[in-house]
């Protein structure tokens, strides 16, 4: 993780509660923008990120070189068209791009945190990027967007600023992680710390890493966020680079060879302790229980005009668990409308190229944009 | 179609909130609001045609009227509106009482199966009947619950639904239908527009 010093930051200097109690301050907030702010100051849209995005959702990602990991949706002419709109997005806390996270040196000791860091929620996540609106001098976004623990964040982020974006596009989430959402995720925490060299989370003070721990994480949720038509239709049964089967545990099948090779990429850029909090943050997320059992009291002081996305092949988070949001919005009378999209493309569905949602989420972006 | 989406659009007062129940491609849903100051929502169970109304920045959400009705609280809207799907669904009696449950009133149009030249094909030529307002054939028909103006009138009448307004449709005319004209009616008109609520 070269160059991480040269990334954009604000130092937010307000003290920050987070829900375990601790309060933080003068912690970075690592962010990067697309496009040009107004001077309306009315085209903002502030994208929230899933469990491993970070701040780089266009354009080359400076440090991975690779491409943004919103780069089918947003950028010049795309969906979220940075011609026309000043998009804004920030790496969460406890995460590992350059924002306050378990990377982090402590003052007092002069050591990496690691899970000395404080447990951190979606909650405070949102409390923490809304420094970037005072930042930027806007007083209200056009538009939230986000998918998966991106789309959680937007629906934290209305109930906690009620008025603060005039459109909230949630997209392939939840209001309240299930059950078997917490299973895949306490599976993948349970692998990096079954890792001996994760050393009770201090592994980066003792020049450790735990690699392995974490590639098994990572391949357990990549399979999560697959579909299994997806699956099959991609990979089948196909050998990988040989005629017959070796009659060993090495990757004789593709889909095998695949996912090492996606677990070992992903080290590479992330950091194991920052997939422990993240996946935690998701877990304690319930907004349906923030507000006594009642979904639509998160959302009954805005405004805000809402449309919902789900992906058909998404069992991670199903349409049904999207369509309670739309329900509990229905509810209230509030300005909100979804739909389904076709895919076979699983959960991953909302970061690829799937036409016909990067139509919808084009043609709602824009239309409302000219209601203005 | 523009005199039936007339009429339905002055059936409905200014600064009220309104739901399309299977709004299609959000063609009246654009006709009313371009036409009235009116809140519109709409709910569509095709997912090409909830992508087009987005596209037309109607608010619309995709579901089905049998089952995704139960979502909105009672009275929730002024109108609720049913342009010509009611003989479309597996139970238009819940559909029916759902529409009046959700909204203040109700508007239903229905294409009318007693008129005389659905009736003529099928006294004359033994078929099912292939009409302009009917264009498809038995076998590939979404209408499974065909009715005439007098079948409706009838429904309303035995249920206690009050019919605040029931017009009859035909050659660019629109009359009231009343207890005395109903069986002419029935007959003349090819489609029967009712402004009904509980």
């Known amino acids: ?372 | 179609m523009k005199q039936e989406f007339n009429i339905i659009s002055n059936l409905i007062e200014k600064n009220t909130r309104v739901l399309d129940v299977g709004c299609g491609d959000g063609v009246l849903m654009e006709f009313l609001k371009n036409n009235k100051k009116i809140d519109i929502r709409g709910i569509e169970i095709s997912k090409n045609n909830v992508q087009l109304c987005v596209g037309k920045g109607l608010t619309v959400i995709e579901g089905n009227a049998e089952k995704d009705l139960t979502q909105f609280p009672d009275r929730s809207f002024d109108f609720v509106i049913l342009s010509q799907t009611l003989q479309a669904f597996l139970n238009p009696e819940i559909v029916i009482n759902e529409l009046l449950r959700v909204g203040k009133k109700a508007i239903v149009t229905i294409p009318n199966f007693g008129f005389w030249k659905v009736r003529l094909h099928l006294l004359i030529k033994g078929t099912m009947p292939i009409t302009k307002n009917l264009p498809d054939e038995w076998y590939n028909t979404p209408n499974l619950h065909m009715c005439t103006i007098k079948d409706f009138f009838n429904f309303c009448n035995t249920r206690k639904i009050k019919l605040d307004k029931a017009l009859a449709f035909h050659n660019k005319k629109t009359s009231f239908i009343k207890n005395s004209n109903l069986n002419i009616k029935n007959l003349s008109a090819e489609l029967g527009i009712f402004l009904i609520e509980k």
């Open chain 1, 1 to 372: 993780m070269n160059n991480i010093n040269n990334i954009k930051k604000i130092i937010v200097d307000k003290p920050l509660k987070l829900d375990c109690g601790k309060i933080i301050n003068n912690f970075p907030i690592a962010y990067e923008t697309y496009g040009t702010l107004n001077e309306k100051k009315d085209n903002a849209i502030l994208i929230f990120h899933a469990l491993t995005g970070d701040q780089f959702v266009s354009g080359v990602n400076p440090l991975t070189k690779k491409n943004g990991w919103w780069s089918y949706a947003v950028g010049p002419n795309k969906a979220i068209d940075t011609n026309k709109y000043f998009v804004i997005c920030s790496n969460v806390i406890g995460g590992c791009m350059g924002s306050y996270g378990p990377t982090d040196i402590d003052l007092t000791t002069n050591k990496i945190l690691g899970t000395t860091f404080p447990v951190v929620t979606i909650n405070d996540m949102v409390n923490a990027q809304y420094n970037l609106l005072d930042f930027f001098n806007i007083d209200q976004l056009f538009c939230v967007a986000g998918g998966s623990m991106g789309g959680m964040q937007v629906l934290q982020f209305i109930n906690n600023f009620p008025n603060k974006a005039k459109i909230a596009i949630p997209i392939a989430c939840t209001a309240s992680h299930s059950a078997q959402n917490i299973a895949f995720n306490e599976l993948g925490r349970q692998s990096i710390m079954a890792d001996a060299n994760w050393l009770n989370g201090n592994y980066s003070n003792e020049k450790s890493n735990p690699d392995k721990g974490l590639s098994v994480a990572r391949m357990a949720a990549h399979i999560t966020y697959l579909s299994k038509k997806g699956l099959q239709e991609k990979f089948g049964r196909k050998l990988q680079k040989r005629d017959n089967l070796k009659f060993s545990f090495d990757a004789d099948f593709q889909i095998e060879s695949y996912l090492r090779h996606q677990g070992s990429v992903f080290v590479d850029r992330f950091d194991a302790n920052s997939y422990l909090y993240i996946t935690r943050a998701m877990d304690y997320f319930d907004l349906i229980k923030q507000h006594d059992g009642n979904l639509s009291k998160a959302f009954i002081q805005s405004k805000t005009r809402f449309f919902i996305i789900s992906f058909t092949s998404d069992w991670l988070y199903p349409t049904s668990e999207n369509k309670d949001i739309v329900i509990a919005l229905n509810a209230i009378g509030a300005d909100v409308g979804f739909v389904e999209i076709e895919s076979d493309k699983g959960h991953d569905s909302f970061l690829l190229n799937v036409p016909e949602f990067l139509e919808t989420l084009k043609n709602f972006i824009n239309t409302s944009y000219s209601l203005n």
